[in-house]
């Protein structure tokens, strides 16, 4: 059996962390959520204060930026630490969803985040899910999948996964969030968010999340015992 790379891209709130991570949980493969280092610098730049139209804030918060993973020995999860600080809850807020697509905009950030992430890739083995994976990250990794749901689906699951976390936010405001942030994303001129040719879609307006799972584990096997 080969091991490989699984780039998941797609819009947010399509369920793609979650599926990624039980992908991952299932194949026994290394999970790593671009997401969250996009959303862990975000907060570094929100927290601190710094300017990102003003290219020495964005050297300087790069400079004191360090993102590493954690799993949690009581619950087996992967939680995201910003330098030295456990903030796996705190970059799921709005007010970090609200800034995340504007600092993933700046190419020295990308950059960085890009350069760490094949890295962290390089052995192969592991899941990965974000807005530019198979086509910037991974443009080789044997299995391409793009997740998307509508917009009031999404909406809707967002405001559910705020709400489990204490966080009560307006449906309207979370799908105006979402549509911001997919044109954000998606006109971007660095590595914006695209199918590539080869990435299998996956449709996860009306699918169970067993099922969304289910799909991409079904393609996994196909290649990897091809």
Avoid: W
Wanted: net charge neutral; charged share 25%.
């Amino acid at each position: 059996m080969n091991k490989i790379v699984i780039a998941i891209d797609g819009y947010s709130g399509c369920g793609k962390s979650s599926t990624a991570k039980e992908v991952a949980r299932q194949l026994g493969y290394i999970y790593i959520d671009s997401g969250a280092m996009y959303r862990a610098a975000a907060l570094h730049f929100l927290n601190e204060g710094l300017s990102l139209s003003n290219p020495k804030d964005v050297a300087k918060g790069l400079s004191t930026l360090e993102i590493t993973f954690q799993t949690n020995p009581s619950t087996l999860r992967q939680e995201t630490f910003l330098n030295g600080k456990n903030v796996e809850e705190e970059i799921r807020t709005m007010r970090v969803s609200e800034r995340v697509s504007e600092v993933a905009r700046i190419k020295e950030i990308r950059q960085a985040m890009v350069a760490q992430q094949q890295e962290l890739g390089k052995n192969k083995g592991v899941v990965m899910d974000g807005r530019d994976i198979a086509s910037v990250v991974f443009p080789d990794a044997a299995l391409k999948i793009f997740m998307t749901a509508d917009v009031d689906t999404r909406a809707n699951r967002r405001q559910l996964e705020l709400r489990q976390k204490g966080e009560e936010v307006n449906v309207e405001e979370i799908k105006l969030n979402l549509v911001e942030r997919d044109l954000m994303d998606s006109s971007r001129v660095e590595s914006p968010l695209i199918k590539v040719a080869d990435a299998i879609e996956i449709d996860t307006t009306s699918l169970s999340f067993e099922q969304q799972v289910g799909k991409i584990i079904a393609h996994a096997q196909k290649v990897m015992f091809n």
